[in-house]
């Protein structure tokens, strides 16, 4: 292990070879038919949908060049047609320097800088937020982070937003003026429009017959130690509880957040219980699943888009909203809520489908969602209209 001022120096160098190289790539052309799409947690997210849509109808453009780009990247799972590179790869740096449309899921570092003639697409990796975030939990932040977020802001030309809720919250919390597009999350596409193909394949790669149904277990992260106590539950009962009340058979996928994957080895795993936390995209395991368990995080919204029952189990709920602060009044959500792992199973027992309905269909509403799981096809046509004009 090298010496922390060692390392210190290296991070600086390295910062130095990445700036000079965007300036010398400056030199050169933008490239007009040219997309650089980013997620830094590899081949997922808003971002895949997207690099899959344009991908599809690259026809449309002659010589469409599509490039992706993540801190993990994994080609195996892109579809031909797409070029993967790695974050701050010689080829990432000199496509981000020159393509003419960025489509990105993150903010952009501080040292990418955005030339005259390229156009710039926030897709963002949230719709309806449950926690607050940027500039609502500026505090925790930090001032370099928001700096560097007030910069990415002021250089997006279009966000996409999924409901009234997002665009409010891109305009009031994240230092944002300038134009909105208000289609729906493309990650959502697959929740809303789900093929028989789709499904089939997801099922294969998980190993799960197509008669056994799915429960997915998706806590959110803590800051702080390593706790795992938070993520802990009686998963043999949990399963019994589930059949009993819904019939057939039934497995539990565990999704553990990716700051937490690691630690997964805490749970016993076996044939019946799944570790899926290293599965590659949570919308795909979302998309066959029946039933959600969650504590904190935003996809128990996305999960209600399907009108599919999702359980809330957060031992620490009033700690963890003290430290992070929420959008919503938690006991408001329209689920069923539990902070102990008995009261799990009792709201298990005594779910009423049609009471879950009504109260998701009426909260949503006031939410005004703008998913028509066409999503994707919207950015994509903004992008090549982009690119003809």
């Known amino acids: ?23 010398i790539f400056h030199l050169f052309p933008i490239r007009k038919r040219s997309v650089a799409i980013c997620n830094i947690w590899g081949f997922g997210d808003n971002a895949k949908y997207v690099a899959e849509e344009l991908a599809k109808q690259k ?101 996409i937003s ?34 028989n193909q789709t499904q089939s394949k997801i099922r294969t790669r998980l190993g799960v017959n197509p008669e056994v149904k799915i429960a997915v277990y998706a806590p959110t992260y803590r800051e702080g130690d390593n706790n795992t106590e938070p993520y802990q539950l009686d998963f043999n009962t949990l399963l019994k509880a589930l059949e009993d009340k819904f019939g057939g058979k039934w497995i539990i996928a565990v999704r553990l957040h ?8 805490f749970i016993r795993y076996n044939t019946k219980i799944i570790n899926a936390s290293h599965y590659r995209d949570i919308y795909e395991l979302m998309a066959v699943s029946d039933l959600l368990i969650t504590d904190y995080s935003n996809i128990m919204f996305e999960f209600s888009f399907m009108k599919k029952p999702v359980f809330l189990y957060a031992s620490d709920v009033e700690e963890y909203e003290k430290e992070r602060g929420f959008y919503f009044n938690y006991q408001s959500l329209p689920y069923q809520k539990a902070v102990t792992k008995e009261e799990l199973i009792t709201n298990i027992n005594n779910f009423d489908y049609n009471n879950y309905l009504e109260n998701i269909e009426a909260f949503l509403n006031k939410l005004a969602i703008y998913e028509n799981g066409y999503a994707s096809k919207q950015v994509v046509e903004r992008i090549i209209k982009t690119i003809k004009h």
């Open 162 to 195: 999924n409901s009234n809720f997002c665009t409010k919250m891109y305009r009031n919390s994240f230092w944002y003026t300038g134009e909105i597009l208000e289609c729906g999350s493309p990650r959502n596409d697959i929740l809303l429009n789900p093929s």
């Open 258 to 265: 990716p700051l937490v994957s690691g630690q997964s080895g």
């Open 1 to 23: 292990m090298l010496p922390k001022w060692v390392l210190e120096i290296l991070k600086n160098i390295r910062y130095v070879w990445i700036v000079t190289l965007f300036h």
């Open 59 to 159: 026809d449309k453009v002659n010589s469409l060049d599509i490039y992706f780009i993540a801190n993990h990247p994994d080609s195996a799972y892109a579809p031909k047609g797409i070029t993967v590179l790695k974050t701050n790869s010689i080829r990432a740096i000199f496509n981000l320097a020159t393509a003419r449309v960025w489509v990105d899921n993150n903010r952009k570092e501080n040292y990418i800088r955005k030339r005259k003639g390229q156009y710039y697409i926030q897709t963002w990796h949230g719709g309806i937020a449950l926690k607050k975030i940027e500039k609502d939990y500026a505090d925790k932040l930090g001032p370099k982070y928001i700096t560097n977020a007030r910069r990415d802001s002021a250089i997006t030309d279009l966000y």
